[in-house]
């Protein structure tokens, strides 16, 4: 989680990350910019999707991303998938 997603991952029985999204018109304002968030999130999803683990990885936008920019957003979301190979990798290890 930061100041722009929430992200909630759970492993699954596929060999592939599967992405889940959860923006509301009350979060980012009219269909545009809803629209135009959840492209950025899958587009940068299918970039990182090679590290990710098999998971069931759901990302839900959070307030502030209304006054973000694409570029703020991209880098916010780089740093959560990589948190999620992390957090993923480690619980497997144990």
Do not use: Y
């Amino acid at each position: 989680m930061d100041g722009f997603f929430t992200v909630t991952a759970r492993p699954n029985d596929r060999a592939c990350a599967r992405l889940g999204l959860a923006v509301s018109l009350k979060v980012t304002g009219n269909a545009v910019a809803r629209n135009r968030l959840r492209r950025i999130v899958r587009d940068s999803f299918r970039l990182h999707q090679h590290m990710l683990p098999a998971a069931d990885i759901v990302v839900a936008a959070r307030p502030r991303v209304r006054e973000a920019s694409g570029e703020h957003l991209r880098a916010s979301l780089a740093g959560l998938w990589k948190k999620v190979a992390k957090q993923c990798a480690g619980s497997s290890a144990s």
